[in-house]
């Protein structure tokens, strides 16, 4: 086993470099073909959803403890609900907009079960990359108000990134703005042009209004500063094995997965959209897997039962060292 682990360390970084050659010519692909020529346009929500909060949740459990995972899932999905049905209900918040009956069942005849668990389902790797590029680790360390403040304000533009393609490309139809005169009863969430939601007005963002990007960031500000809040109260429970750099860069290859998602799947009536997932998703989880695997080698790579965990293994480095050091001194 010993001998595994160390050909894995001698991997030259020609082997890395190859690696971020590859993901790149695959965005490229994806801009250039506007998406995959097949049946299934859209990846359903009724599978990517579920699967992918469900991953997060898990692997929170692991790394924060229960009690942090919980408290993450639920402020995450009630906050985030509550916002929706007064967007919703209002057009105060997001623009006017309504949702249609590709998602399935509502909750209080309003917003689709689904949604609270997509909110959830990218907050979890947002709130990942966010302590990665702020803090240089996966778990923050410092509990005064202005980083807390800073965190929560750079994790709430990592999550509204994510909106910027997803938006245009679940919302997308062929209709009059507002309006679903031309389209049968039935809808298919799997059917790009079928939409998951329509816009009251014809935004300047492919269809969407700008105004929608700003309820994106209010909303996540107030989840991830309650959540940074509370977390610094909660005890850190991680998993033996989760201090490896491997299983810390999985809620970021979900957040990448999902930018090459946008970057492939869609449609040439506004293919232009492919452009930007690539850039405002790209880059942040690109600097983020840079803090882990170029940054961060005092982790192990894989996990192993002979690396033990502790709380500040997995926290801030480099030059955050100082402050936290200062902080504790300050504290005591």
């Not at 001998?3 to 190859?18: A, C, D, N, T, Y």
């Amino acid at each position: 086993m010993s001998s595994q682990f160390s050909r894995v360390k001698e991997i030259p970084g020609s082997v890395w470099l190859l690696s971020t050659l590859l993901v790149i010519l695959v965005f490229y692909v994806g801009i250039r073909t506007g998406g995959f020529n097949m049946n299934l346009e859209r990846i359903p929500w009724g599978i990517l959803v579920p699967c992918a909060a469900a991953f997060a949740f898990g692997h929170s459990y692991l790394l924060l403890g229960w009690q942090r995972a919980v408290t993450l899932f639920l402020m995450a999905t009630i906050i985030s609900f509550c916002f929706e049905y007064v967007g919703e209900s209002t057009g105060a918040i997001f623009g006017p907009y309504e949702y249609t009956g590709v998602l399935g069942w509502k909750l209080f005849d309003r917003i689709p079960f689904l949604i609270p668990l997509a909110w959830y389902m990218m907050f979890y790797p947002s709130y990942i990359i966010a302590n990665l590029l702020g803090e240089g680790g996966p778990i923050p360390h410092r509990t005064k108000l202005v980083p807390i403040v800073w965190l929560s304000i750079l994790s709430a533009m990592v999550m509204t990134a994510w909106d910027l393609t997803m938006d245009p490309v679940m919302s997308y139809h062929p209709c009059y703005p507002g309006t679903l005169d031309c389209f049968p009863e039935a809808l298919d969430q799997a059917e790009v042009g079928h939409p998951a939601w329509i816009w009251g007005v014809d935004g300047t963002h492919f269809g969407v209004p700008l105004e929608n990007f700003r309820g994106w960031l209010i909303t996540s500000f107030v989840v991830f500063f309650l959540y940074r809040l509370v977390e610094i109260r909660l005890p850190l429970v991680t998993a033996p094995g989760m201090n490896s750099r491997f299983l810390l860069s999985l809620p970021v290859g979900v957040y990448a997965g999902m930018a090459m998602v946008d970057t492939w799947l869609g449609y040439p009536e506004i293919e232009d959209v492919h452009l930007i997932s690539p850039f405002v998703m790209g880059i942040p989880a690109f600097f983020a897997a840079f803090q882990l695997f170029a940054n961060r080698t005092d982790l192990p790579l894989w996990p192993s039962k002979k690396h033990s965990v502790s709380e500040r293994q997995i926290e801030g480095t480099g030059p955050f060292k100082e402050l936290m050091s200062s902080e504790q001194g300050d504290a005591s």
